[in-house]
């Protein structure tokens, strides 16, 4: 029999015995038994095949559903086997083998309290005490592989089941644990930090949590920096942790940038870096072990550091944070750090000349201290340090050194902390630093724009969309960034090789033109400049090869029609038909369903917002013109047209969105007009025929120049709810159906099995 | 991590790989150190995106030049139909896949690249699909070699792979074809040559669904010159757009093409096609015969499908599926010989065109990988991407003939391979010197031994003189003194016994510096001689003999000498 019919009929045997009834007419015949009890799979040829030992697990795990079957586990040798196939060489085995052993051991402590009371007697099902022994034995073993196992299984049974017998169980097997940690050196760490959290979090633990604080205390003060660091930041997420080792935790955190900024002080020492709060730094006995890590190797430094300063912006945001969050000794050991990797702090001690060494150019320190940097802009600042954020900032911009991804996480950190810069109370300037600092960047900027890399490029025009979205309207900023070239630059990126960068341009240049920021022209107030943005965008959408850059312009035009833009608002209708003409045609399916969305706006805009539901009826005053009027309109610019003719498209997404558009018009409508017929109006009646051919399977195309009394007519007599639920449905529901399954299944036995090579 | 692909059988979770078994709790940034991807087909880099901008990966990804600029095409196409038929909303974006490839650094081939301080790694020319590459993974004296998918025969477009007699521990190599010795692809060729030929002389449609990239240009130039020597006139038509595209990109990595293309490409691009037009929508409707390539090549959705569609009615026509197709698929339905398929809408679509399988993908057969073997001289074997009967019967070959190791490991099975690494020691100056000025400089032929004490710190071992490692180490000396007691039948005074060992070594070792002390010892070189009375005998001297233990020999050498007596004395 091949290994995978084997597998299938292991898996099958387990789905039924999952019925009682089942069970026991399987068990009569001894088929269970020889599937899988002891004298069972073990001992065929085929026990060797990954895909056996998985089928036969997964096929105990559905039959493991009743107390039939729970003794039929510890009788038949079956347990044993799981045991097993814990240390098993395939990490799908064992690891299921691992969440079987949590199933059998809750589901037989559940059986044990179905007495009529449902509680818990403090007596062990057999099934249970099995498992018991050997979680208790494997804790004691020297065999590293089997305490992991132990303490897996512990940490799922922790983390899943929050009945009272845990906490016995939690009690007997805790000074095994507590053992594990006296040990040199400490087995299996990684999965003992596990159990100790899962243990924290439960909450049928809360009166034993005594000896549980022990135990982690003990850890934080014996597990390498690495392995402690995650069991502290586990720790202060905690919301009931007691405040002496939430001190012991917060400072196994701190601790590497402490003796980071300790190496590198000069006297008297750069700002921040001997404020650290008191308290949190005392006794920490990690601290020559961390100076140790720190020091021994690259590979060892630049691990701790990226894990701290992902573990301290993963903290920051929680309002179970540490109190008080000691930010100015944060910010300055991140300044340092970044200063160290760029190669611009310098150190005459020891320590610090080698931790120079170390982080010089790497990448992976300076990614990670720029995000927490960017994370750190949330809070409160002192203006000397922020000037000191903003200078590493610029050395980060400008050097020729920064990498393409270091230079896009410089970015976003500006960005973070121009944003959240302090302004003065009721002064619309910009602080005196930003300020400072925006002179310094544009010239940065301006050259980052001609990078020979288009990452370098496109990161930059991301950032300028983002600034000028927010600072659009400020003096200081416009003034800065109109006597740069970087308007001039950006428009010229509109015909950058890169797509990416022709999309990103498209929209930076975009938000300059509607913030009047735009390249100035060769004579001032020239009206041509404005045309020409339009223009190219124009040109761009009917001829760029690339989606994104098309994509890219339908967005900039959605938002130019939301704003009011004013070459848009000179003259919409020649706008809108334009667009929608070139957009009709675009092969991107991406392209017309935002062309959907810019003329929805545009409807928005004439017939007012979509009713509400919920919303108290109120008088159709928001419409600002009379309807009639607007299906003229509508039917001038063919906008009827598109939206009929994206129903009938191909791709999915464009039909729902014309769907979505339509019921929104026939709402809209569905007071006005004329009580005619569809079958009386010239147009529709084909229009209708058009439509009911398409959904036979056949393509058509729609009569043009339709009247509005004829799109009214085919809009009511449409069943835009029936093809809106329709379309809703994902194709998969065809595939998913029994039939379509059925299908595959016999196919696959005849002819497809020469093929399946050929796979890619 | 070598490559991070998908399983496009799967619409759920299980198409992407479960990445929490590399991580448990932890950030796989700090588990990984790069993710190196071999080429642009999904099944090797589809769960890109989703792995470094849904599930957090932050570090470098690497590939060459032509994958970084392709793969972004294909993800964005996937992306689109898995958006556009699936209907899915929480899947990649465009902007994760522009993101995602922000991280990636492009690779020259056989250019070595260090990742870090310890990792290197370095690509080699793979065939397969343009772009596709093997790569050499290095951490000081040990090597993988990943061979990605790869080709050894050369095929119409791309060349056979290549790689260095690089001598890994480990050659991690695919075996897709790992029993099949493939027929002359020409066979192939010809067969799929004459059903297009025939079914639009009798006036039917063909339709060849192909992904963008790739088997479809193959099968364009093959198309195209047959046309050329036929003269045939009926239109070939390719999806819009797709065209330029492809030119675009096998014009700019032309140097990844096989030699033949780059030879007559100063003359003509091959891959400007005379006969090949751009497809329109309404040509389908079209009557007449007609040959069309259509993405995608599953016929799951688009442009392909909807032709597909039309065209599948008609008894005349053919659909020629020139690759595989994943359960669910029209494509997987048709080839699997089902003639009425459910449609959306519950129409029923009977399928009476000719439906016709060609496999033109291009793996390596058994012989070819036993070639690669071959060529790169491996320690160990590990093969994946194939079926376990045929890598089972592969691995017993290879095993046979080189004489090395094969594992053939199932999914999440972990393999241990032992391995002896060379470990670099570093040799102090002063020790080289001693040994120079000891004469006799070493011959390649003819090893010498050299002695010091190996100190280890900083992880780097170094062999320095002992007086060094003393020093740096901080540490007292000791020194080790052996001594041995000869006895003389003599039964002059202890003085004149020693005087007379004096004379005897200094007539006996002539090149060695013999020394009679004040106090009456002996020395020859570190070597301490001294006479003492027997206390019970009076006729015997006792010679104590001490030596260090760097002067062994001597000391070993003066003993026996001792032993055997002084010369009479001349009377």
């Known amino acids: ?760 | 991590m070598l490559d991070c692909g998908m399983h496009m059988g799967f619409n759920d979770d299980r198409r992407f790989p479960d990445f929490s078994y590399i991580t448990q709790n932890g950030r796989l940034t700090d588990f990984l150190d790069c993710v190196i991807i071999s080429h642009f087909h999904l099944d090797h880099c589809g769960a890109l995106p989703y792995f470094s901008e849904m599930v957090g990966y932050d570090g470098p990804i690497y590939m060459t030049h032509p994958t970084q600029a392709i793969c972004p095409i294909l993800l964005e196409d996937y992306r689109k139909i898995a958006v556009d038929k699936k209907g899915e909303a929480n899947f990649f974006t465009s902007q994760m896949i522009k993101d995602c490839m922000k991280k990636v650094v492009a690779v020259h081939l056989h250019q070595t690249v260090q990742v870090d301080d310890e990792l290197e790694i370095k690509a080699y020319y793979a065939g397969h699909v343009l772009g596709a590459a093997m790569f050499q993974i290095k951490v000081g004296s040990e090597s993988v070699v990943y061979t990605g998918d790869y080709n050894m025969t050369p095929d119409r477009h791309l060349g056979a792979a290549w790689i260095d007699r690089c001598r890994p521990n480990l050659l991690i190599t695919e075996s897709t074809y790992a029993t099949t010795i493939r027929d002359s692809k020409r066979c192939r060729e010809r067969d799929f040559l004459k059903k297009v030929h025939e079914t639009v002389e009798r006036g039917g449609k063909v339709l060849i669904p192909v992904f963008a990239l790739g088997r479809a240009q193959e099968l364009c130039i093959l198309l195209e010159t047959f046309w050329e020597r036929m003269n045939l006139k009926v239109p070939i038509y390719f999806s819009t757009g797709l065209t330029e595209k492809a030119n675009h990109y096998y014009k700019l990595f032309i140097t990844w093409t096989n030699q033949k293309i780059r030879k007559t490409f100063v003359q003509r691009n091959m891959f400007e096609f005379k006969h090949i037009k751009a497809f329109d929508r309404a040509f389908a409707d079209n009557p007449g015969p007609m040959v069309v390539f259509a993405t995608p090549g599953m016929l799951h959705a688009g442009q392909s499908l909807q032709i597909f569609r039309k065209w599948a009615g008609n008894e005349k026509n053919m659909v020629i599926m020139p690759g595989y197709c994943v359960q669910g698929t029209v494509g997987h339905k048709i080839l699997s010989g089902q003639r009425k398929l459910e449609m959306e809408g519950r129409q029923v679509l009977e399928v009476k065109m000719q439906v016709e399988y060609m496999s033109f993908s291009a793996h390596a057969d058994a012989k070819g990988i036993m070639q690669l073997v071959g060529q790169a001289e491996p320690e160990n074997v590990l093969l994946v991407h194939g079926e376990a009967k045929k890598m089972e019967f592969l691995r017993q070959k290879i095993e046979q003939e080189f004489r090395v190791s094969c594992y053939m490991p199932a999914n999440g099975e972990t393999v241990t391979l032992p391995t002896s690494p060379n470990i670099p020691v570093g040799i102090s100056l002063g020790l080289l010197k001693r040994e120079m000025a000891q004469g006799l400089l070493p011959e390649t032929k003819k090893p010498r031994l050299l002695h010091g004490t190996l100190i280890m710190k900083d992880s780097n071992l170094r062999l320095v003189s002992s007086e060094q490692a003393l020093k740096e180490l901080g540490l007292a000396e000791h020194q080790l003194r052996f001594t041995c007691r000869v006895h003389l039948q003599d039964t002059r005074k202890e003085q004149e016994t020693a005087l007379r060992v004096y004379s005897h070594l200094k007539s006996t070792l002539k090149d060695h510096c013999v020394q009679h002390l004040p106090d009456g010892s002996v020395t020859v070189e570190s070597i301490l001689i001294q006479a003492a009375a027997h206390s019970e005998d009076p006729g015997t001297k006792v010679l104590l003999v001490s030596w260090t233990y760097q002067d062994e020999e001597l000391g070993s050498f003066l003993t026996a000498l001792l032993k055997k007596g002084l010369p009479q004395a001349p009377s």
């Open chain 1, 1 to 760: 029999m091949s290994s995978r019919v084997l597998s299938f009929s292991l898996r099958l045997a387990g789905t039924f015995a999952a019925q009682e009834d089942c069970f026991l007419y399987l068990q009569q015949g001894e088929l269970l038994l020889g599937l899988f009890g002891e004298g069972g799979p073990q001992c065929w040829a085929a026990w060797s095949v990954p895909t056996v030992r998985s089928g036969w697990i997964q096929g105990l795990r559905s039959l493991a559903q009743h107390p039939c079957a729970l003794h039929f586990l510890a009788d038949s040798g079956a347990v044993d086997t799981i045991f097993s196939l814990q240390g098993d060489p395939s990490l799908f085995v064992a690891s299921a083998a691992s969440q079987l052993l949590v199933h059998t051991l809750a589901l037989s402590m559940q059986a044990g309290a179905t007495g009529c009371s449902g509680l818990w007697d403090g007596v062990w099902p057999a099934c249970a005490q099995k498992i018991m022994g050997h979680l208790e034995e494997s804790l004691q073993s020297t065999a590293a592989p089997q305490v992991t196992q132990a303490l897996n299984v512990l940490t799922s049974t922790f983390g899943r089941c929050h009945s009272p017998w845990t906490e016995t169980l939690w009690g007997q097997l805790c000074p095994l644990v507590a053992r594990l940690l006296e040990r040199t050196p400490i087995p299996a760490a990684h999965s003992l930090v596990d159990l100790l959290l899962s243990v924290a979090r439960s909450p049928a633990l809360s009166s034993s949590h005594g000896r549980l604080w022990e135990a982690v205390a003990q850890a934080l003060r014996c597990l390498s920096p690495m392995q402690a660091g995650s069991l502290a930041l586990g720790m202060l997420k905690l919301p009931h942790c007691p405040q002496a080792l939430r001190v012991q935790a917060f400072g196994v955190l701190l601790q590497p940038l402490a003796c980071v900024v300790k190496a590198t002080a000069q006297a008297p020492g750069p700002p921040g870096c001997s404020m650290w709060p008191p308290g949190w730094l005392d006794g920490a006995e990690g601290s020559s072990l961390t100076v140790d890590t720190l020091l021994s190797s690259k590979s060892a430094c630049v691990g701790i550091l990226c894990q701290t300063l992902a573990q301290l912006e993963e903290l920051q945001p929680l309002p179970q944070r540490p109190a008080p969050w000691p930010q100015e000794p944060l910010l300055g050991a991140a300044v340092t750090i970044l200063r160290l990797c760029h190669g611009s702090a310098t150190s005459s001690s020891s320590g610090g000349g080698r931790l120079c060494a170390t982080l010089a150019g790497c990448v992976r320190v300076q990614r990670a201290a720029l995000d927490f940097l960017g994370t750190l802009s949330q809070e409160t600042r002192s203006q000397e340090l922020e000037k000191e954020v903003f200078a590493v900032l610029s050395e980060y911009l400008g050097s020729p050194d920064s990498s393409p991804t270091v230079l896009k996480k410089a970015f976003q950190t500006t960005l973070r902390w121009l944003l959240s810069s302090p302004r003065t109370p009721g002064c619309p300037d910009l602080g005196p630093q930003p300020l400072l600092f925006l002179r310094e960047l544009f010239p940065v900027l301006q050259k980052r724009l001609c990078s020979p890399s288009w990452e370098v490029r496109d990161s930059v025009l991301e950032f300028l969309t983002q600034l000028s979205r927010h600072w659009g309207g400020q003096a200081d900023f416009r003034r800065a960034l109109l006597a740069s070239e970087v308007p001039t630059l950006t428009q010229q990126l509109l015909q950058d090789p890169e797509s990416y960068v022709r999309a990103s341009a498209v929209a930076a240049a975009g938000q300059l033109s509607s913030r009047g920021l735009q390249a100035a022209p060769d004579s001032p107030e020239h009206p041509q400049a404005q045309q020409g943005l339009l223009g190219e965008l124009l040109c761009i959408l009917s001829t760029d090869s690339e989606g994104f850059p098309r994509r890219a312009v339908v967005q900039v035009f959605t938002e130019w029609l939301r704003d009011g833009h004013a070459d848009v608002a000179r003259d919409t209708e020649w706008f809108i038909a334009t667009v929608l003409q070139v957009v009709s045609q675009d092969l991107d399916w991406e392209v017309r369903v935002q062309g959907l969305e810019l003329a929805q706006v545009f409807l928005v805009q004439r017939l007012g917002q979509p009713r509400c539901p919920y919303m108290v009826a109120l008088p159709e005053a928001a419409s600002a013109t009379p309807i009639p009027e607007v299906l003229q309109s509508l039917c001038r610019l063919r906008l009827f047209d598109f939206a009929f003719r994206a129903l009938l498209d191909c791709d999915r997404p464009v039909a729902q969105k014309a769907c979505e558009l339509l019921l929104f018009l026939k709402d809209k409508t569905a007071m006005c007009g004329g009580l005619q017929e569809a079958g009386d109006i010239p147009g529709s009646a084909s229009g209708q025929v058009t439509l009911q051919r398409w959904r036979a399977g056949e393509q058509g195309q729609l009569p043009g120049d339709l009247q509005p009394e004829a799109m009214l007519a085919l809009l009511r007599s449409t069943d835009l709810e029936g093809l809106q639920a329709r379309l809703a449905q994902s194709s998969d529901h065809m595939e998913k159906s029994p039939q379509s399954l059925l299908q595959d299944m016999l196919a696959t036995v005849g002819v497809l099995g020469e093929n399946e090579a050929d796979c890619y």
